[in-house]
T-cell receptor, first 115, second 115 residues
Framework: AQSVTQPDIHITVSEGASLELRCNYS??????LFWYVQSPGQGLQLLLK????DTLVQGIKGFEAEFKRSQSSFNLRKPSVHWSDAAEYFC?????????????WGLGTSLAVNP | ETGVTQSPTHLIKTRGQQVTLRCSSQ?????VSWYQQALGQGPQFIFQ???????GRGNFPPRFSGLQFPNYSSELNVNALELDDSALYLC??????????????FGPGTRLTVL
């Protein structure tokens, strides 16, 4: 079955510290991978996406993610976290083939940032 | 360029009632996807409309139905509301290439409460 797992429900880091949010997926086809961020009361904003090519992708707000096919992972990283990064982070996977653009989502990781 | 908008922002209904949620897609986008996000959960795909036709559906009962209009705006209708329908309903629009690689841009959502 297709699924996305975000093992960490909640993470707290200090401002200025590095961050890694984990995402593992199970998908029968070649996946497209996404990270979105959701601030309280807001919709979802795309941070970055991976379709093909270089497995290290750069996104907005200083985020990057690395696709590791052998580990079925797409972990999100940021070298230095800012207080404004506190939010809910979602990993999602979609089908690379066909015309069905359904996205399958993880349960999210809630990030808190200590001053 | 106008982003994705949704109305209303909040809605309170009672069990058994019917509700219609509306979404205006981003300019130039011909695809709209609807998601249900329960509290503390990731979004769940309801269905997608592409050029006014349903293009994929998630595991939701038939009382969840939708429409897409010639201007690519969309409606989500839910009949016979149940308590478990209480959630944030997100609309996302995506571009005209018809592929998963089209980024989905999300609206702020409609918060539905069923009493």
């Amino acid at each position: 079955a297709q699924s996305v797992t975000q093992p960490d429900i909640h993470i707290t880091v200090s401002e200025g510290a590095s961050l890694e949010l984990r995402c593992n997926y199970s998908y029968g086809a070649t996946p497209y991978l996404f990270w979105y961020v959701q601030s309280p009361g807001q919709g979802l904003q795309l941070l970055l996406k991976y379709f093909s090519g270089d497995t290290l992708v750069q996104g907005i707000k200083g985020f990057e993610a690395e696709f590791k096919r052998s580990q079925s992972s797409f972990n999100l990283r940021k070298p230095s976290v800012h207080w404004s990064d506190a939010a809910e982070y979602f990993c999602a996977v979609g089908a690379a083939a066909g015309n069905n653009r359904k996205l399958i989502w993880g349960l999210g990781t809630s990030l808190a940032v200590n001053p | 360029e106008t982003g994705v908008t949704q109305s209303p922002t909040h809605l309170i209904k009672t069990r058994g009632q019917q509700v219609t949620l509306r979404c205006s897609s981003q300019s130039g986008h011909n695809t709209v996807s609807w998601y249900q996000q329960a509290l503390g959960q990731g979004p769940q795909f309801i269905f997608q409309y592409y050029r006014e036709e349903e293009n994929g559906r998630g595991n939701f009962p038939p009382r969840f139905s939708g429409l897409q209009f010639p201007n690519y705006s969309s409606e989500l209708n839910v009949n016979a509301l149940e308590l478990d329908d209480s959630a944030l309903y997100l609309c996302a629009s995506s571009g005209s290439s018809g592929r998963t690689s089209d980024t989905q841009y999300f609206g702020p959502g409609t918060r539905l409460t069923v009493l």
